[in-house]
């Protein structure tokens, strides 16, 4: 990080002038150091959502919105994502590097050797409802972890951090097999440590005690590749959750709960579940045929009809994972004979309409990752309300991640933003008997 000049503000209140230093990374924008702005004029930035506000240093992931352009650790996604499976990438997220051979063999080792969670953990899942939503259950389990691992608690010890991450990044699997296993009242299946990290997640989904279950090497190479591409993403709202939860001091597998709850929601890692749900409207209305009528509801400003699976905050262009995911589709369906599944022509129909209509070019909407993961995801097998706990499993690596980051920053501090207050201003309490 270099200081390459600096920042001018002048006021017309009378405040002093003050000069604020302008930082330069790597690669993408410049960022005005604002640390002295208001010991020096008494006032504070405003930028709800922070659409404008840079709020760490990172070198983990970079994003180029406007070319669709993804980094994990500087390396493109289109080229890890088909080189590479999903543990290397963690391997590459967490520490920085691709694994050599003997590295990589070594990780893959550690995180089997804890795919196992204790087996007080399945006595969380008889509180809830059978039909309780997998992200219900999610928060819970993740949450509960913090109450196993004494000896992996003190975010300050890098020792700790690191045991911890593996713990989570292991076991998130085993719990999200387990919250399904449990909607559907099937008995839990234990990790198979011969398995691959992927093939072990849908042993422990589809296998039963009653038969072997031979994992489908084309699915699961799909699905290792999803992943991939939900790994990490900067500083989107639940990794920010993560960073601003853990920045207390709090275990990191509260920090990693708090991550698990902010992505449920529907404008974040609950898109691809929701995105499902309207196609299934869609195809429920007449398909392809009322494609005009849905999108006519999408552009009307009194509904709140958004096209979901499309949009980013940062891409202003294509999501290249959205292509990714795009031919993933493609795949799966053509090894499954699916290949005319009218949910995925219904999903190109939308994208080719909604790509050439004024009211997404002018706002310059587009396919996210969540537009094609959910027919992926569906025609893998796995229930569409699973869809962001297995976005939670994969993002896992990339808030452990951005969470060591925070707490190895040497000018690391507990996160606490200000505010434009716009109240009442002081008043004093009445009576009772005086109050009108
Ligand atoms: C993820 O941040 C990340 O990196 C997230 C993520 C990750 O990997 O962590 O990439 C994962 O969350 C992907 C996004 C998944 N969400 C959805 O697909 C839900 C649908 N999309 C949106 O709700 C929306 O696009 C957001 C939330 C993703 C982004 O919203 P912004 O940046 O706050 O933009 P906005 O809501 O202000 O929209 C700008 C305009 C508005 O219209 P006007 O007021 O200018 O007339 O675009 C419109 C919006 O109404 N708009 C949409 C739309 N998304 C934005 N209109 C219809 N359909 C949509 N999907």
Same mark, same amino acid.
């Given at each position: 990080?270099?200081?390459?000049?600096?920042?001018?503000?002048?006021?017309?209140?009378?405040t002093a002038t003050v000069e604020l230093p302008i930082l330069k990374g790597s690669v993408g924008p410049d960022v005005i150091d604002i640390r002295k702005l208001?010991?020096?004029?008494?006032?504070?930035?405003? &930028?709800?959502?922070?659409?404008?506000?840079?709020?760490? !240093?990172?070198?983990?992931?970079?994003? &180029?919105?406007?070319?669709?352009?993804?980094?994990?650790?500087?390396?493109?996604?289109?080229?890890?994502?088909?080189q590479c499976d999903f543990l290397e990438v963690c391997h590459l997220i967490l520490y920085g590097e691709l694994p050599n051979a003997a590295q990589k063999s070594e990780f893959n080792e550690r995180v089997t050797r804890h795919t196992m969670v204790h087996e007080q953990m399945q006595f969380f899942l008889r509180g809830f409802r059978r039909d309780a939503h997998p992200m219900a259950v999610m928060t819970g389990l993740v949450g509960a972890l913090s109450a196993f691992y004494p000896d992996s608690m003190n975010v300050n010890d890098a020792k700790q951090r690191d045991i911890s991450a593996i713990r989570l990044i292991a076991k998130m699997p085993t719990l999200v097999a387990m919250a399904y296993k449990y909607t559907v009242g099937q008995p839990f299946m234990y990790p198979r440590n011969e398995l691959s990290y992927t093939g072990n997640f849908m042993h422990m989904m589809f296998a039963t005690p009653c038969e072997d279950y031979k994992v489908n090497d084309v699915l699961v190479r799909a699905l290792d590749r999803i992943f991939i591409l939900h790994a990490d993403h900067e500083q989107n709202a639940s990794t920010s959750t993560v960073r601003l939860c853990?920045?207390?001091? =709090? !275990?990191?597998?509260?920090?990693?709960?708090?991550?698990?709850?902010?992505l449920w929601g529907p404008a974040h890692g609950g898109a691809n579940e929701a995105c499902l749900t309207m196609l299934g409207e869609i195809q429920a209305m007449g398909g392809m045929a009322k494609i005009g009528e849905f999108i006519t509801r999408v552009k009307d400003k009194n509904s709140t009809v958004r096209l979901m699976g499309f949009g980013h905050r940062v891409y202003k262009n294509y999501d290249p994972r959205a292509k990714l995911m795009r031919e993933t589709c493609h795949e799966v369906l053509n090894a499954l004979g699916l290949q005319d599944d009218p949910?995925?022509?219904?999903?190109?129909?939308?994208?080719?309409?909604?790509?050439? &209509? &004024?009211?997404? +070019?002018?706002?310059? $909407?587009?396919? !996210?990752?969540?537009?094609?993961?959910?027919? +992926?995801?569906?025609?893998?097998?796995?229930? +569409?309300? $699973?869809? =962001?706990a297995i976005f939670a499993l994969a993002r896992t690596v990339g808030w452990v991640a951005q969470l060591n980051e925070m707490i190895a920053d040497p000018e690391y501090k507990i996160g606490r933003p200000r505010q434009l207050f716009v109240g009442s201003p002081r008043r004093d309490v009445k009576p009772l008997a005086a109050r009108a």
């Open positions: 990080m270099s200081s390459p000049g600096k920042a001018t503000v002048t006021f017309d209140d009378g208001y010991p020096q004029t008494g006032k504070f930035t405003y &930028d709800p959502g922070f659409l404008s506000t840079a709020s760490c !240093n990172s070198t983990i992931t970079y994003i &180029d919105g406007d070319k669709g352009e993804l980094l994990y650790r500087g390396y493109p996604i289109e080229q890890l994502a088909v853990a920045s207390s001091g =709090t !275990n990191p597998f509260a920090a990693i709960a708090a991550g698990v709850a902010c949910l995925f022509e219904l999903a190109m129909g939308l994208e080719k309409i909604a790509l050439e &209509d &004024d009211y997404f +070019v002018q706002r310059k $909407l587009y396919p !996210n990752v969540d537009f094609y993961s959910g027919i +992926v995801q569906k025609a893998i097998g796995i229930p +569409v309300s $699973l869809f =962001t």
